[in-house]
């Protein structure tokens, strides 16, 4: 099983930037999903396992970035703006492989191995 390990989160006030970080072994497509208190889990943003092709939930498109770099097998979430609504705990997850480099999957239940997951709290 691919072990995924993220690091980037921490304490930012609003308007502020993080960029989280995820190391996994291989080449798939992967995501990002995060769950605030109370809240069930929510996709965020996922990418091809190419790189080509990105997609994002409505609520961070335009501030949030996903990328890649294939050549150290890392996912990275540039978060840019940031809310206090933003403040969630945040996952890594893989996708399955895909003969179609342009794969991107959205819910949850594409994605087969999670991450720890990362703190990240906007402060107001």
């Known amino acids: 099983q691919v072990q995924l390990v993220e690091s980037g989160g921490g304490l930012v006030q609003a308007g502020g930037s993080l960029r989280l970080s995820c190391a996994a072994s291989g080449r798939y497509s992967m995501g990002w999903f995060r769950q605030a208190p109370v809240k069930e889990r929510e996709f965020v943003a996922a990418?091809?396992?190419?790189?080509?092709?990105?997609s994002y939930a409505d609520s961070v498109k335009g501030r949030f970035t996903i990328s890649r770099d294939n050549a150290k097998n890392t996912v990275y979430l540039q978060m840019n703006s940031l809310k206090p609504e933003d403040t969630a705990v945040y996952y890594c997850?893989?996708?399955?492989?895909?003969?179609?480099?342009?794969?991107?999957?959205?819910?949850?239940?594409?994605?087969?191995?999670w991450g720890q997951g990362t703190q990240v709290t906007v402060s107001s």
């Open positions: 990418i091809s396992r190419s790189g080509f092709t990105t």
């Open positions: 997850a893989k996708g399955p492989y895909s003969g179609n480099p342009y794969y991107t999957p959205r819910a949850e239940e594409d994605f087969d191995s």
